[in-house]
């Protein structure tokens, strides 16, 4: 790909402040029009360990933290002997000359050190650091100073007028430093263009959800679903959203589903050993046909596992979550525009058919930092709350909650209107809502409550869109995936019609309920099918089997926490195509 | 210079573990070294010692003491029905738990009931700062109305209180102490170690990244200036003969202990009665009230009955019966399949 391209990392340990220059150099290049997409590598800890935070900027919209590392910014001596030896030519690295050593490395590198104290000045605050290699990465990118002030002052505005001007003055040392002492970078940035907006993917699910009118929203902390709460806490008392932080998982599922059963739309949101917790709940929602809407932010498990880390691992644990055969919806949104777009839908369809709606995130998109065209954010989508009593109509005293329909669907009255009491129960029961568990359990009672329920997944699977094919139709491979690897596979079938090889993309959303039969006829007309995941077992080709009895052609596989890079993708399919390999297990270059 | 060894010949080094990864200062590496300091000194075999975590930074610490002892870090909140397991199984080992508040009193608040119910066998400190460390410094359910964290509203919501839940439970040792007061501390966790049941050590563990500011009433500064002992405590181990340590000047008393030794509390200004609830509910109470924090031996009960005791469990491990233990007898195998001839 021509224009300009160029991935920048931070390293460092928790605590030395790396999200600040992340978040500068994200606004700036947002402010500008560039378009960015952040990946942090980072550990379960305040303190000390290993952060190394990908920023790559592109003249084109990118989903990917890309291939290379074209400049390196040191925050320790550690960072610098975990990567130099593996940098390219034309690769920057900035450092702290006085704290920083550099080592080895290979021909071509440019190193940019910094004598910090000597810049700064006498008795600086550390994270000095910070604001000197920013001013610095900019100055090389040919970015103007002016860009970086603004920014800079945006930054520190809240923490005083002296650290601001101490910020500026530090950074134009810096800038004037380098522009005296080192190369440019490898690329310029373009000119600037139509300023960008910046989020992070949780912050994409709080909003969407804010926008489908949820009212109700409480969690349990557990990373990488934290956001998520933080957003709804910060924001919730303006918005009118009851936001509850709660004391386990088990309490937060049940609150959400009182919450819904009164009325409002209720969400909450988990990583997998909380849903795990859940799962009584969610049965317990579709017995007594309340909407909710539950997020798993899948972590590498099992059990607590590593909790910064990336993996499609959960979706058994949702395909199977509770007690008991229940009609449910699933889906797994493949960025955090398209779980914006697509949560009112959910809702909308969680209230039609009255039953739990899970969607599955993951590590990759929850904790994603990313620039967004702010014209696509509409907070205003369409609310249908499906089949509704919120007033007293004709069938006030004769009320059936469960009632008998062809659809399965039967209108759903809020507590507290007259005439409509009911009552709510995880037995089975009668349509009038009377129990069948106790006195007789009736076998033809229970069956037509039952198939009531179950006829509601044939409406929700026809208002569902069938997965589609995208690309050329005649390629030679067709690369198979579902949820966040959408980005990385659409960029690795871009470099591999490049080198020749025309490969088209299938990817699934919606999993259940699940559109068999045209998924079927896709993969039919396919001429060799490899699917792409980030789990040991190829989970999702087991249920893909399941459902179509269709097996594919080859698997990639990534199981080590860090997410795919497109040549990991590129390289395995070659290797697929050229040596008859069935399974490839990319191997992770950058060891955090 | 001679190295120092405890009584069963064991160098302090012996009892140490692997380097903290938490934020320094943190209170709960205090802690830690605490516990190292205190088995050593108790001169407990480390292989006698099993070391149980939920999860949290609180709950990381094992990885920082007693290295070599066992481990088992369990999933958030559920230590202690992890640890009634292990206990059923092999009684005769000693049982530390660490958990944090959030573990403790959030999700975890349940399985702390129960285990104090059933009189577990084994020390359970919770390392109490009010927040949720390890995801970020949210309020947990043991911070005051009132405090506020670093860059945070003040929290609404008003606290649990472990050490009155426990005492209102039935336990029979309830402490509460402070990672800044070592000597208290230490002689509260060898008692609890010495002690036969369950032992609730909360105590109070300032969050230096996340709450350690002046307006909240879990950092140093503020703990320091409105801590409140009841007594000074003082262990002295069964192996030493109490006949030969000083005796205090003024008034004091002795607490005899499960394994034989002795707490000694040396009272400050009014005398605290460790035997009598209403005595204890009524010092945590009155502390409440005026944002002290109350620390000491609050509640102490010998005998009753601990976990193993009332299922009846046999000396031998359950770990470790022997295979003809394991299944019925020849005979009583016999009768069984008799029965089922009729
Ligand atoms: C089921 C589940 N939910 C949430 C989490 C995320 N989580 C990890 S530690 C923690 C809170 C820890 O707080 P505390 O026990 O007070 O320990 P501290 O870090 O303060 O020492 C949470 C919510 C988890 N690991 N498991
Ligand atoms: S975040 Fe708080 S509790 Fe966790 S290690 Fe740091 S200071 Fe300790
Ligand atoms: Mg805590």
């Keep these: ?592 | 210079m001679s190295i120092k060894l405890n009584v069963i010949n064991l160098e302090k080094s012996e009892y140490t573990g692997g380097k903290s990864s938490l934020c320094p200062g943190c209170g709960h590496d205090q802690i830690s070294k605490v516990i190292i300091q205190a088995a050593w000194e108790n001169g407990i075999p480390p292989e006698g010692i099993v070391k149980m975590s939920g999860i949290g930074c609180s709950s990381k610490t094992p990885a920082y003491f007693l290295g070599k002892s066992h481990g088992f870090n369990t999933v958030h909140g559920r230590m202690p029905s992890v640890t009634t397991g292990a206990a059923m199984a092999n009684k005769n080992l000693l049982y530390i738990g660490v958990s944090g508040d959030g573990d403790t009193a959030s999700i975890g608040i349940g399985q702390f009931i129960h285990a104090i119910r059933r009189n577990l066998n084994m020390v359970y400190i919770i390392e109490n700062n009010g927040v949720y460390g390890l995801t970020k410094g949210q309020y947990s359910a043991t911070m005051e109305r009132g405090s506020t964290k670093r860059k945070g509203q003040p929290n609404d919501q008003p606290p649990i209180d472990l050490c009155k839940m426990a005492i209102n439970l039935g336990c029979g040792f309830v402490a509460r102490s402070f990672s800044g007061s070592k000597k208290q501390l230490t002689a509260l966790i060898k008692a609890g170690m010495s002690h036969n049941g369950m032992a609730i050590i909360d105590v109070i563990s300032p969050c230096v990244t996340f709450a350690n500011n002046d307006e909240s009433y879990r950092s140093y500064g503020y703990v320091k200036d409105n801590e409140e002992p009841l007594h000074v405590a003082d262990y002295i181990p069964h192996f030493s003969p109490i006949a030969e340590v000083d005796i205090p000047e003024g008034e004091y008393k002795d607490i005899e202990l499960f394994d034989g030794s002795t707490l000694r509390l040396e009272t400050i200004s009014d005398h605290h009665d460790t035997s009598d609830v209403v005595a204890a509910l009524s010092a945590i109470h009155y502390a409440e009230q005026q944002g002290k924090h109350v620390t000491g031996l609050l509640y102490f009960e010998a005998d009753i009955p601990t976990a193993d005791e009332v299922q009846g469990l046999v000396d031998i491990p359950l770990s470790s019966l022997p295979a003809e233990l394991m299944r019925p007898s020849r005979a009583k195998h016999d009768e069984l399949i008799r029965k089922l001839i009729g």
């Design chain 1, 1 to 592: 790909m021509s224009g300009f391209d160029y991935v920048i990392t931070i390293g460092g340990a928790a605590g030395q402040g790396i999200a600040t220059p992340g978040n500068i150099l994200a606004r700036l290049f947002a402010r500008l029009g560039i378009h960015m997409y952040a990946y942090n590598a980072y550990q379960s800890i305040i303190r000390g360990g290993h952060s190394f935070l990908t920023i790559r900027c592109s003249d084109h919209e990118i989903r990917t933290h890309g291939d290379v590392i074209d400049l390196m910014i040191c925050l320790n001596q550690d960072t610098m002997d975990r990567h130099l030896e593996h940098l390219g030519p034309n690769t920057s690295v900035i450092f702290n000359s006085d704290t920083i050593e550099p080592g080895k490395a290979a021909d071509g590198v440019r190193l940019c050190p910094m004598a910090v104290t000597e810049i700064v000045g006498k008795g600086a605050n550390k994270l000095m650091q910070n604001t000197v290699a920013i001013a610095v990465t900019c100055q090389l990118l040919g970015i103007e100073f002016k860009a970086l002030e603004d920014v800079l002052n945006f930054q520190f505005s809240a923490k005083g007028e002296e650290l601001m001007a101490m910020n500026v003055k530090v950074a134009w040392a810096a800038y004037e430093h380098s522009a005296a002492n080192f190369k440019p970078a490898s690329q310029q940035a373009p000119k600037p263009g139509r300023p960008l907006a910046v989020w992070a993917g949780n912050q994409a699910f709080a909003m969407a959800a804010a926008g489908a009118g949820v009212k109700f929203y409480c969690a349990y902390p557990m990373s990488p679903s934290t956001g998520i709460l933080h957003w709804m806490a910060a924001n919730g008392r303006e918005l009118g959203i009851m936001v509850r932080q709660v004391e386990d998982e088990i309490s937060v599922i049940c609150m959400t589903v009182g919450a819904a059963h009164a009325g409002c739309r209720s969400m909450c949101a988990t990583s997998g050993g909380g849903f795990a917790l859940m799962t009584e709940g969610v049965g317990a929602a579709a017995m007594m046909e309340i909407p909710i809407v539950i997020v798993n932010v899948q972590r590498a498990g099992p059990s607590t596992g590593v909790p910064t880390k990336t993996e499609q691992g959960d979706l058994w644990q949702v395909l199977g979550a509770s007690q008991g055969d229940f009609p449910k919806l699933i889906l797994a949104p493949s960025s955090p525009l398209d779980a914006f777009q697509t949560i009112p839908e959910v809702f909308n369809l969680a209230d039609k058919y009255q039953l739990p709606a899970i969607i599955l995130s993951d590590l990759l998109i929850s904790d994603e930092t990313s620039t967004i065209d702010p014209e696509l954010l509409d907070m205003h989508p369409l609310i249908d709350r499906g089949e509704l009593i919120t007033e007293v109509g004709d069938e006030a005293g004769n009320y059936e909650r469960y009632k008998f329909t062809d659809s399965g669907i039967s209108p759903r009255a809020l507590p507290g209107i007259p005439g409509y009491e009911h009552v709510v129960a995880t037995d089975e029961h009668m349509p009038d809502g009377v129990l069948i568990s106790d006195e007789y359990t009736h076998p033809h009672k229970r069956r037509a409550m039952l198939e009531k329920r179950q006829r509601k997944m044939d409406g929700l699977l026809a208002d569902l869109p069938p997965p589609a094919i995208v690309g050329d139709a005649d390629a030679e491979v067709t690369l198979v995936g579902w949820g966040s690897t959408a980005g990385v596979i659409q960029e690795a079938i871009g470099q591999l019609a490049q080198a020749g090889v025309s490969v088209n993309h299938l990817h699934f959303k919606w999993l259940v309920p699940f559109h068999a039969d045209e998924a079927v006829q896709l993969l039919s007309s396919c001429k060799r099918t490899i699917i792409v995941e980030n789990n040991y077992s190829g989970l999702f080709h087991r249920y893909l089997r399941g459902e179509t009895g269709f097996t594919v052609d080859g698997h990639i596989r990534k199981y080590d926490g860090e997410p795919f890079k497109p040549h990991h993708i590129v390289a395995a399919v070659q290797e697929q195509l050229e040596g008859g390999e069935t399974l490839s297990v990319p191997y992770e270059e950058i060891i955090v």
